[in-house]
């Protein structure tokens, strides 16, 4: 018996913006994929050989490219942060706009310029996409490395600017934080696992029903 194949999927608000790109593909989970209380990991389609894993976003492109999943939806932000060379981005779905800037208080930002910083301190989960946009400047970035609760960071003494995803702003403004550059935009990509795309005569069909979803979303 074929081995199914898997497109893993990130949870969060991600997932119910994947739903009708997932269902223009012609795949449709289970009910309890879009349940935030499920439990399950694992989940089935209407679609005979194919089922869905919901998790963490920075995940997602671990189990693409390591071929425990063959498919997933990976924002750009993790591809930039992570080399991954065992994985293709042949679609970019549109979904989950935002960007990946640079915060810091409201009374350091009433009397700072970004265009004069020579070294920054702050605290992220994008180390790598940080230092590297601060280098092009010439700008010494440290960075400490958190995963979560970053606008605590200022607060706490722990770095005085964070580098974090921004959507409407509203966290940064309940924290005292404003936004006072911007390093890069930010969309979901669908990323396949490049032995997978050459092995599974199953994968590139997929790749382009997913095109077609997005063209007509487009196109709608």
Not at 114 to 126: D, F, I, M
Not at 130 to 154: D, I, S, Y
Not at 204 to 210: K, M, Y
Request: glycine share 8%; aromatic share 4%.
């Amino acid at each position: 018996m074929p081995q199914p194949l898997i497109i893993a999927v990130p949870k969060g608000r991600i997932l119910a913006e994947a739903l009708p790109l997932l269902a223009a593909a012609g795949i449709h989970p289970e009910a309890s994929f879009a349940d935030g209380d499920s439990r399950a990991l694992r989940f089935a389609t209407d679609v005979p050989g194919i089922e869905l894993i919901r998790v963490r976003a920075f995940d997602v492109a671990t189990f693409v490219a390591h071929g425990a999943a063959q498919l997933g939806i990976v924002g750009s932000d993790v591809l930039a942060e992570f080399d991954y060379s065992e994985l293709y981005a042949p679609v970019d779905l549109g979904i989950g706009h935002c960007r990946l800037s640079v915060a810091e208080p409201v009374a350091l930002a009433a009397g700072d310029d970004p265009r004069g910083w020579s070294h920054v301190h702050v605290a992220t989960k994008y180390p790598h996409v940080t230092q590297a946009h601060f280098a092009r400047r010439g700008v010494q970035a440290e960075c400490v490395k958190l995963n979560g609760a970053m606008e605590l960071a200022p607060t706490l003494g722990l770095a005085p600017r964070i580098v974090d995803l921004v959507s409407s702003g509203r966290t940064l403004k309940e924290n005292g934080l404003v936004e006072v550059e911007r390093i890069m935009d930010v969309t979901s990509r669908l990323v396949v696992n490049r032995a997978a795309m050459k092995t599974r005569a199953d994968v590139v069909p997929l790749v382009e029903a997913f095109r077609r979803a997005v063209a007509g979303s487009i196109a709608a």
